[in-house]
């Protein structure tokens, strides 16, 4: 799927814990969009990273939810204190350069991680 | 405003019949990009295509076609002789150049084969 690598593929929580979702670019991309997909809605956007920096978090939820994208390693989508609300699918998709689907850049998205709270 | 609209929630068809599904779109950019996006029951996104604003030629792609008319702000993506496989969701997603950095997503098209 293009390179974007997302763990795990689904993660089962219990109320009050937190979930830690991963993130792999495309190798050689320096830029992170987090999306979250509610049950039988579109995709929404959360927050667009570049590394060591946030850009744009203007989807995120004020609380609970936060994003970090290393110098080394995976971005990581943080979740603290899950309630049943965050039960979603959690979508990841990487540029090369600023701005999601911008001029020639091809636009994939890594398989998605559901995360699912009991 | 909502910049991507999708109004059919859900279509059915016989198998091998036509289905076209609509998408909308506003902006104020003059350059922007469209893209349809097939979401099948096991969850992945599959990138369908791209298309960027200065390009109104309509597309086709096997049993696949889109139809680009900005003079209407439309995108609509035709599925000739469906199969079904084709059974999925189906999204419309556009890019601004100058405006914000991700990409609007519509709410999606559900699209069911019927066998």
New interface residues.
């Given amino acids: 799927?293009?390179g974007v690598m997302q763990n795990p593929r689904h993660l089962v929580r219990r109320r009050g814990q937190e979930a830690r979702l991963r993130c792999s670019p495309v190798k050689g991309h320096s830029h992170v969009?987090w999306?979250r997909q509610l049950p039988e809605?579109?995709?929404?956007?959360m927050v667009?990273l570049q590394k060591e920096n946030i850009?744009?978090e203007?989807?995120m939820p004020k609380e609970r939810f936060s994003a970090e994208f290393p110098k080394e390693g995976p971005s990581i989508l943080r979740i603290q204190q899950v309630v049943r609300g965050d039960s979603a699918?959690y979508?990841c998709?990487s540029s090369k350069t600023?701005?999601?689907?911008?001029?020639n850049q091809?636009?994939?998205?890594g398989?998605?991680t559901?995360l699912s709270i009991l | 405003a909502q910049k991507v609209t999708q109004a059919q929630t859900e279509i059915s068809v016989v198998e091998k019949e036509d289905v076209t599904l609509d998408c909308v779109y506003e902006t104020r950019d003059t350059t922007y990009y469209l893209f349809w996006y097939k979401q099948p029951p096991s969850g992945e996104l599959v990138f369908l295509i791209r298309r960027n604003s200065f390009d109104e030629q309509n597309e086709i792609s096997g049993r696949y076609s889109w139809n680009f008319q900005k003079s209407t702000s439309s995108f609509n993506f035709t599925i000739t002789a469906s199969q079904v496989v084709d059974s999925a969701v189906y999204f419309c997603a556009l890019s601004e150049e100058t405006g914000a950095n991700n990409l609007f997503f519509g709410t999606g098209t559900r699209l069911t084969v019927i066998p």
């Fill in positions: 799927n293009a969009y999306y809605e579109g995709l929404k956007f667009y850009i744009d203007s989807g699918a979508f998709a600023g701005g999601l689907g911008r001029r091809p636009q994939h998205f398989d998605g559901r």
